[in-house]
C-alpha cells in the first residue's frame, strides 16, 4: 500500500530506534516496541472503555497479557512465539468462567 512520506517516516521510525539502540537491524523476533512505554497507566481507561466500545474483552485482556494488540493487518508482521501468546491469552480468556453479575 503505498505511503505517504509522513506516514513511512513513521513506519520506519521504530526500526531505526531499534538500530540506535542496538547497532544492527532488528530480526523476526525482536520487538519493535522495546521502549514503549508500559500500559499501566492506560489500564484503568481500557477497563472503563471495554463495555462502551464494544470490543471483545478477551482481546483487551489479551493486550494486557501480552503487550500485543494482533489484527488481521499485522498479524504477519509479528514473530510466531509472540502471535501464539496473543491466541494463548485470548483461549485462556475464554475458558474462563464468567465473572459473577
Known amino acids: ?3 505517504s512520506a509522513a506516514a513511512a517516516a513513521l513506519v520506519e521510525e ?3 530506534q531499534f538500530r540506535q539502540q542496538f547497532g544492527r537491524d532488528p530480526g523476526p523476533d525482536d520487538p ?3 521502549d514503549a512505554p508500559p500500559l499501566e497507566p492506560v489500564e484503568p481507561q481500557l477497563v472503563q472503555a471495554r463495555p462502551r466500545a464494544g470490543v ?3 482481546l483487551i485482556d489479551a493486550l494486557e497479557q501480552t ?3 494482533v489484527t ?7 514473530p510466531e ?4 501468546a496473543w491466541y494463548a491469552a485470548v ?3 475464554h475458558a474462563r468462567p464468567p465473572p459473577p453479575e
Do not use: V
Not at 488481521?72 to 509479528?78: F, G, I, K, S, Y
Not at 512465539?81 to 501464539?84: K, V
Open 32 to 34: 519493535l516496541g522495546f
Open 81 to 84: 512465539r509472540d502471535l501464539q
Open 56 to 58: 471483545d474483552p478477551a
Open 1 to 3: 500500500m503505498p505511503l
Open 72 to 78: 488481521a493487518d499485522n498479524q504477519h508482521l509479528l
Open 91 to 93: 483461549a485462556a480468556y
Open 14 to 16: 521504530p526500526f531505526q
Open 67 to 69: 503487550g500485543l494488540l
